[in-house]
T-cell receptor
Framework: QQQVKQSPQSLIVQKGGISIINCAYENTAFDYFPWYQQFPGKGPALLIAIRPDVSEKKEGRFTISFNKSAKQFSLHIMDSQPGDSATYFCAASRGQAGTALIFGKGTTLSVSS | NAGVTQTPKFRILKIGQSMTLQCTQDMNHNYMYWYRQDPGMGLKLIYYSVGAGITDKGEVPNGYNVSRSTTEDFPLRLELAAPSQTSVYFC??????????????FGPGTRLTVL
């Protein structure tokens, strides 16, 4: 049973466009929802994260939108740049800090110039 | 700070061989994790540790063993390598409990091939 479902699997966006990646979760006990960015040959790195007490969080060109009732959250990348080309993973966890993350399967984003 | 370091970067094993993947962190994190990443499958948790001397199984522990004798080190042991263990392995660590977030810091990974 996949607890975190991510879509699409791959995405191609023109430079300057908006990239949108969606995730859905099943466990209502989850209370921490991060997005990780991974470049080829590197480990994932935290991009932005949200807790369910807010509906949106923005950091620069990256925004998380969170819909608690629908059990969905999404990553929006505004003004997408070629340097944003990477694999993006959504994740979820519950309980105290340090609890293991449940990852989605990832989205490979290519931003064409 | 070097963060999370992993050795080796690459390794080719023959079926039935054993090896240890090394992981060290210098951030004084209590929590450490081992994940495997397969193409199109995301990251799956193998084992994790909440502190020295304490380890627990994750989602896919079969064929692996871990130990945690110090805060800094969390080695992953493969006893009898199988082709199904061909993967990229990531070690990660996170802050002590009670902090506001749960950021996990990942190492650069070990790419393992079992032939």
């Amino acid at each position: 049973q996949q607890q975190v479902k991510q879509s699409p699997q791959s995405l191609i966006v023109q430079k300057g466009g908006i990239s949108i990646i969606n995730c859905a979760y099943e466990n209502t006990a989850f209370d921490y929802f991060p997005w990780y960015q991974q470049f080829p040959g590197k480990g994932p790195a935290l991009l932005i994260a949200i807790r369910p007490d807010v509906s949106e969080k923005k950091e620069g060109r990256f925004t998380i939108s969170f819909n608690k009732s629908a059990k969905q959250f999404s990553l929006h990348i505004m003004d997408s740049q070629p340097g944003d080309s990477a694999t993006y993973f959504c994740a979820a966890s519950r309980g105290q800090a340090g609890t293991a993350l449940i990852f989605g399967k990832g989205t490979t984003l290519s931003v064409s110039s | 700070n070097a963060g999370v370091t992993q050795t080796p970067k690459f390794r080719i094993l023959k079926i039935g061989q054993s090896m240890t993947l090394q992981c060290t962190q210098d951030m004084n994190h209590n929590y450490m994790y081992w994940y495997r990443q397969d193409p199109g499958m995301g990251l799956k948790l193998i084992y994790y540790s909440v502190g020295a001397g304490i380890t627990d199984k994750g989602e896919v522990p079969n064929g692996y063993n871990v130990s945690r004798s110090t805060t800094e080190d969390f080695p992953l042991r493969l006893e009898l390598a199988a082709p199904s263990q061909t993967s990229v392995y990531f070690c990660a660590s996170s802050r002590v409990p009670g902090t506001a977030d749960n950021e996990q810091f990942f190492g650069p990974g070990t790419r393992l091939t079992v032939l």
